[in-house]
T-cell receptor, first 113, second 115 residues
Framework: EAQVTQNPRYLITVTGKKLTVTCSQN?????MSWYRQDPGLGLRQIYY???????DKGDVPEGYKVSRKEKRNFPLILESPSPNQTSLYFC????????????FGPGTRLTVT | KQEVTQIPAALSVPEGENLVLNCSFT??????LQWFRQDPGKGLTSLLL?????REQTSGRLNASLDKSSGRSTLYIAASQPGDSATYLC??????????????FGQGTTLQVKP
């Protein structure tokens, strides 16, 4: 089954404790990205990657890092999480040819206390 | 700057009713428009994708139309069912997004279909 997976689905952590949210897709998509969803602000892009070893900032990259060492994986790293990073995070992927239909993961709900 | 608006923010209808969800965007320079469904605690499920050159797409009881020149899209749901209750999100991929592939989302319409 074609899908985007994220882990963990739920995470409660404390300020300053480094964490990584993993994202993996099995569709051989070149393009992957991360969004956060907040009430009243909607979904906003954090980082994106056009292919292996090619990443760039989206609209709200502060406080986040990413890496793309393999085509299927695109982890989101919070080096020193803060309460304002409490949010619902989504990973997405799509092919760079064809319809450009984007597929989203199930989301990771992060709470930073 | 591209902005996407969805009206109404919430909608409650009785089961069996046909309904229309609206999406408007400010800049007609788009690659495509995608409708998603979001269930509480779950991810975004892609419902329909309309390329900028297309006028509509259909999937089962769903029909999405696109009028790029006026900056509007509608999602038509026929014979609504309680299982259709969810938040529906509209997103456009602007031409200006280039290689970022960034989608600009509306705030969504939360639909409740009452038995």
């Amino acid at each position: 089954e074609a899908q985007v997976t994220q882990n963990p689905r739920y995470l409660i952590t404390v300020t300053g404790k480094k964490l990584t949210v993993t994202c993996s897709q099995n569709m051989n998509h070149e393009y992957m990205s991360w969004y956060r969803q907040d009430p009243g602000l909607g979904l906003r892009q954090i980082y994106y990657s056009m292919n292996v070893e090619v990443t760039d900032k989206g609209d709200v990259p502060e406080g986040y890092k990413v890496s793309r060492k393999e085509k299927r994986n695109f982890p989101l790293i919070l080096e020193s999480p803060s309460p304002n990073q409490t949010s619902l995070y989504f990973c997405a992927s799509c092919a760079r040819t064809g319809s450009y239909e984007q597929y989203f993961g199930p989301g990771t709900r992060l709470t930073v206390t | 700057k591209q902005e996407v608006t969805q009206i109404p923010a919430a909608l409650s209808v009785p089961e069996g009713e046909n309904l229309v969800l609206n999406c408007s965007f400010t800049d007609s320079a788009i690659y495509n428009l995608q409708w998603f469904r979001q269930d509480p605690g779950k991810g975004l499920t892609s419902l329909l994708l309309i390329q900028s050159s297309q006028r509509e797409q259909t999937s089962g009881r769903l029909n999405a139309s696109l009028d790029k020149s006026s900056g509007r899209s509608t999602l038509y749901i026929a014979a609504s069912q309680p299982g259709d209750s969810a938040t529906y999100l509209c997103a456009v991929r602007p031409l200006s997004s280039g290689n970022t592939g960034k989608l600009i989302f509306g705030q969504g319409t939360t639909l409740q279909v009452k038995p």
